[in-house]
């Protein structure tokens, strides 16, 4: 599978504009890929100010989303801010070519800014089936929570999309490697760059890591559209050889 990380700049709190930004890049890259991955909140930066940017899901954003993987037959997965029952959400959301949609709310919620007091938590993990590989997608924060991204559904390519700042990249950088190691999974982080209306700087270090820790692919501080391609075989001839996960812990998570 070819997997292409965006990472970019964002504008803060202006949904179209990010949406145009995002399509101009996908409209300028020539080269083929399954799936693109977002940012986390694609269309306003981290933001505390939900009332400002959030959507339905039926709004603008979403509708764009389908359009795009549409026209361009990719799957496309980043997160932003959701509206739904009264509540905001951080929300992951996954878009098949098909203009399907799966959905990931943000477990994990960043009490250092504040994120519990004007988002509600999600309590589902989400498993995407996309071209014969296992997806498990998460956002931002829950990379520092091995327990609830521990791989007990076998899946094959972890995602963790950020606005992960300058000041704590060092442990972006060395979170993403541990979490692909004891999961024996490839593993895709997309961080964004530049700077937002709180004065956080954001330095990227998007990259792939592969299933034993090895850095395949790295977007440094640059803006723009990354590919690589994937190779799920070489990956069970890996699991199947050095049987690691057969050696998990059993737990069950209570919320």
């Not at 949406?19 to 981290?46: A, H, W």
């Not at 026209?71 to 509540?87: F, R, Y």
């Not at 988002?119 to 931002?140: D, H, M, N, S």
């Amino acid at each position: 599978m070819r997997v292409a990380l965006f990472q970019t700049k964002l504008i803060w709190e202006r949904p179209k504009e990010n949406r145009s930004l995002i399509q101009e890049y996908i409209n300028s890259c020539d080269k083929e890929y399954d799936l693109l991955v977002l940012p986390e909140m694609f269309t306003s930066g981290f933001t505390m100010n939900p009332e400002r940017v959030a959507e339905k899901m039926d709004g603008e954003t979403i509708e764009w989303l389908k359009l795009v993987a549409i026209e361009k037959n990719i799957a496309i997965t980043g997160s932003l801010v959701i509206e739904e029952s009264e509540n905001y959400y951080n929300r992951l959301v996954f878009v098949f070519p098909n203009g399907n949609i799966q959905y990931y709310d943000k477990r994990h919620l960043f009490t250092l800014a504040g994120e519990e007091k004007v988002y509600k938590a999600g309590k589902e993990k989400l498993i995407v089936e996309y071209k014969g590989w296992k997806i498990c997608p998460f956002i931002c924060y829950d990379l520092r929570f091995p327990v609830f991204s521990r791989n007990v559904e076998n899946y094959d390519l972890l995602i963790y999309v950020a606005n992960w700042p300058k000041p704590r990249i060092q442990a972006w950088n060395s979170l993403l490697k541990a979490r692909a190691i004891e999961n024996i999974s490839y593993l895709v982080g997309v961080n964004r760059i530049g700077a937002d209306d709180n004065e956080m700087e954001y330095v990227g270090s998007s990259q792939v890591v592969d299933y034993l820790g090895n850095e395949r692919l790295n977007c440094d501080d640059e803006q723009g559209i990354f590919i690589i391609e994937l190779d799920k075989q070489e990956m069970i001839e890996t699991r199947n050889k050095l049987n690691f996960l057969n050696d998990k812990d059993s737990f069950i998570i209570q919320f």
